[in-house]
């Protein structure tokens, strides 16, 4: 431990030399909470200082958080935050814009990863991302752009004004080429997007998605809420990531409040963490299966979801895992008694999985569907920074867990399965692997688990002082960025889930295959609408 | 094949006996509320701390309305006397949304009263197949799974001649979960009037019911019956897919006497 500590400390010092001969003495230092580094830069250099950190320092670009700090210094505040692929360390360049000139250089031009992040910017706070490739609207349909929801001085329950102006698509044209349009509501039971295909056929030549429906204003709902009221909320922004969702919220509290939870919550955590990530990938194969017809694989890998489902609703008295997390540690034990309802279900169900897989992964018909399907190449993930099961089957080993370990993650071992051919199949056979790996954390962490109590009290917290949250949730990272306020309450609050990242993967996976092929494509990817648009 | 067939085979039959019998509900499920009324101080700290301002201390009583509640369980951890306890039953879907609003110490005769006595109108022409169209209208896709969950081999919704359709053309009842964003008003009322008649429409979840934990919110309008005419209200955050059940017979009329089969 003392070693990794001192190369830490030898890092950041070289670090520190590195920015200054590059950048001089224009650029502000600060060391956070072990692991977080911030970077003050002018907005002269924004672009050149975000482009030098991923680069150079081979980090990519994991969030951008925007706040309206009018309030404070008369300006808005911008952070980039980048995840270093090496060390545990996560790096923000910030910068100032002030109030009279709401603009800034958009980074997309040099960083791909960001054009979703300024757009949003854009939308919500009114500050422009100057040099934009495509400015337009993300998550605002129809709200008049004079109103930025973010804005301190929009009360949270004000009726926006509409325009009537929709929101224009992409034009696809040439002989033959049609646009089908599908959704918001759409054939299967599932949330609701807007999709447009420009096709020729049956082929697929762009596809444009319309997202955001289920805007609901989460982030600002959560302004003003102290942390312990703000949970139920956050449990909310995805159903079946609830537990993800706020166990990322309530490290992000507990960095701010310096506060280190008890042994006995890590593994805990640790453990519904990954019944969290079981339920879904078992639903998700299942999914997977609906999307090519085979109804003998949904039909059990939905039983299988339904036999851990009810595992949950025995462990929290809910089907969703939640209220369980509560910052500082969790509030719900796991006693004996249900240790070893866990450990007889997950044997249970672990060969019942094993029966199942054989039958998949042999079956020619069905994986003729999957192979070369819905290709996304290494590259263009890598530029895109896609994350969870559907980066690491476009040859990422991006892992939060191991990458920047949290609850007892450290005290575990497990493999980060990963495969390069970037289609169906290989994101199935992640989800397959991984659902192995948890079988294997879990009875690990049900064998260490220490005693001891559940939960300690929050340090205090300083006002405007920012912490980053994060977990490996069943799709990929969840990136909870909180900011707080006066008196123990949320200032900003800033949710990126892993369909964030990935939204856009889809888009790029899908041109070049058949229309009838999209549903699966879609569903291997298995992203959500909710946690999306917040 | 063969290896299908005999996977098939040894799965053997999963569903469940519900609604034709009661199972057991798990120890920690959070259900219903009761107060014990020989202990509560009537302090009102469960109404302070509620996140859905579910419960309210109106002249002197508390009254809980179900159509907000998330069953969340924050007020039986956080009552000073330990009087509050959420109870294992699920079964509590109503037609008329005044229903939901019941003063603690009138609840159990109220619910009961509920239970055993079946609403006038009946939906006679929709009793014996029934066709849904589900529209997500900005949940946070718990009810959307819940739904799902329906169609899996546990639940099998279609053994009660239930089934769900791709198009609203189609159905005779929407089944709509999510707190009504604004993005989706224009979509909800399009479905609607796309859905011919006779129809039903059931809120589903605390967010559907009542605009749940988003209520307030700028992108929220709150609650379908701020836009849409509600036959059935199902209140859960999300409910259980039993209660789902429950609440669909309800709609249509067709709850079976216990022990029937």
Redesign the interface.
Same mark, same amino acid.
């Given at each position: 431990m003392r070693e990794v500590i001192n190369s830490l400390e030898l890092y950041r010092n070289k670090l520190l030399t590195l920015y200054r001969n590059k950048f001089g003495e224009q650029i502000d230092f600060e060391f956070l909470m072990d692991n977080q580094i911030i970077v003050t830069v002018p907005k002269e250099l924004l672009v050149s200082a975000c482009l030098y950190t991923q680069q150079t320092l081979k980090a990519p670009l994991v969030d951008m958080i925007g706040t309206d700090e009018r309030e404070i210094d008369e300006c808005y505040g911008l952070y980039y935050v980048f995840a270093s692929n090496d060390l545990d360390l996560f790096i923000t360049i910030s910068t100032r814009v002030e109030r009279d000139n709401p603009a800034f250089p958009s980074v997309t031009p040099a960083i791909h990863a960001a054009h979703w992040y300024e757009r949003e910017v854009k939308d919500m706070l009114g500050v422009h991302p100057i040099g934009h490739p495509d400015p337009k609207r993300l998550v605002r349909h129809f709200w008049s752009k004079e109103v930025h929801p973010l804005r301190k001085d929009i009360p949270k329950g004000m009726k926006l004004p509409r325009t009537d102006k929709e929101l224009p698509f992409k034009q696809v044209k040439g002989e033959g080429i049609f646009q089908v349009p599908v959704g918001p509501i759409h054939a299967g039971i599932i949330e609701p997007g807007h999709f447009r295909f420009s096709v020729q056929g049956e082929y697929i030549i762009n596809l444009e998605a319309k997202l955001f429906y289920t805007h609901r204003g989460i982030e600002k709902l959560a302004e003003e809420m102290n942390f312990h009221q703000a949970l139920p909320l956050v449990e909310r922004i995805c159903g079946v990531c609830s537990f993800s969702h706020s166990t990322s919220y309530c490290q992000a509290v507990e960095k701010l409040a310096g506060t280190e939870i008890p042994d006995r919550a890590r593994y805990i955590r640790t453990i519904i963490l990954e019944l969290e990530r079981l339920y879904n990938h078992l639903g998700d194969v299942g999914n997977i299966c609906a999307g090519t017809g085979f109804t003998f694989g949904i039909s059990q890998g939905s039983r299988l979801k339904e036999t851990m489902m009810q595992l949950n609703e025995r462990i929290a008295g809910n089907r969703y895992l939640r209220g369980i997390n509560v910052p500082g540690g969790v509030q719900l034990d796991l006693d004996n008694e249900i240790s070893m309802q866990i450990r007889e279900t997950l044997t249970a169900v672990a060969g019942d999985f094993r029966e199942l897989k054989e039958i998949l992964v042999n079956n020619d018909s069905f994986n003729e569907r999957l192979i070369g399907t819905g290709v996304l190449p290494p590259e263009i993930a890598l530029k895109m920074n896609v994350v969870g099961p559907g980066g690491r089957a476009s040859g990422s080993r991006r892992d939060v867990r191991k990458n920047h370990p949290y609850a007892a993650y450290s005290n575990t071992e497990f493999q980060v399965p990963s495969y390069t051919a970037g289609d169906v199949k290989s994101r199935l056979l992640v989800r397959i692997d991984e659902i192995e790996e948890s079988f294997g954390i879990i009875s690990q962490a049900l064998a260490a688990i220490p005693g001891g109590k559940l939960n300690s009290a929050l340090g205090p917290i300083k006002p405007q002082s920012y912490a980053l949250g994060y977990t490996e949730s069943p799709r990929g990272e969840n990136i909870h960025w909180v900011m707080a306020g006066q008196g123990n309450t949320i200032f900003r609050y800033r949710v990126r889930s892993a369909s964030y990242t990935n939204w856009p993967a889809v888009q790029a996976a899908v041109p070049g295959n058949m229309v009838p092929d999209f549903p699966f494509i879609n569903k291997s990817f298995e992203l959500f609408y909710s946690c999306l648009g917040r | 094949m063969f290896? #299908?067939f005999k996977?098939?085979i040894? !799965?053997g039959k999963?569903t469940t006996k519900y609604p034709y019998e009661q199972e057991d509900t *798990?120890? &920690? =499920? #959070?259900g219903r509320i009761v107060i014990n009324l020989q202990t509560c101080s009537l302090c009102g700290q469960c109404a302070t701390i509620c *996140?859905?301002k579910a419960i309210k201390k109106e002249d002197g009583k508390l009254i809980i309305e179900y159509n907000k509640c #998330? +069953?969340?369980?924050?007020c039986q951890?956080h009552c000073p006397e330990h009087s509050i306890s959420?109870t294992m039953d699920f079964e509590l879907a109503v037609r008329e949304k005044e229903k939901l609003t019941v003063a603690v110490n009138e609840i159990n005769e109220d619910l009961d009263v509920l239970k055993g006595k079946l609403a006038g109108k009946t939906e006679n022409i929709l009793r014996r197949s029934l066709h849904i169209r589900? $529209? /997500?209208?900005?949940? @946070?896709?718990?009810? /959307? +799974?819940?739904?799902?969950?329906l169609?899996? *081999? $546990?639940?099998d919704i279609q053994r009660l001649g239930i089934d =769900?359709v &791709?198009?609203?053309r189609h159905a005779d009842l929407l089944l709509v979960t999510?707190?009504v !964003?604004?993005?989706?008003e224009t979509?909800l009322k399009k479905?609607f009037t796309a859905t011919p008649d006779p129809k039903l429409v059931v809120a589903m979840g605390a967010c559907a019911c009542s605009g749940?934990? +988003?209520q307030?919110?700028?992108? &929220?309008i709150g609650g379908v019956d701020k836009i849409l005419p509600v036959d059935i209200y199902i209140p859960g @955050? *999300?409910p259980?897919p039993q209660a789902i059940i429950y609440g669909l017979l309800k709609a249509i009329e067709r709850i079976p006497p216990r022990n029937s089969i």
């Open positions: - | 290896s #299908l996977k098939s040894k !799965t999963k *798990p120890a &920690a =499920f #959070l *996140p859905t #998330l +069953f969340c369980g924050v951890r959420h589900h $529209v /997500d209208s900005g949940s @946070c896709n718990g009810c /959307d +799974f819940e739904i799902n969950a169609t899996n *081999p $546990v639940y =769900f &791709a198009s609203p999510g707190s !964003t604004e993005h989706l979509a479905t749940g934990i +988003f307030g919110s700028y992108a &929220a @955050c *999300p259980r």
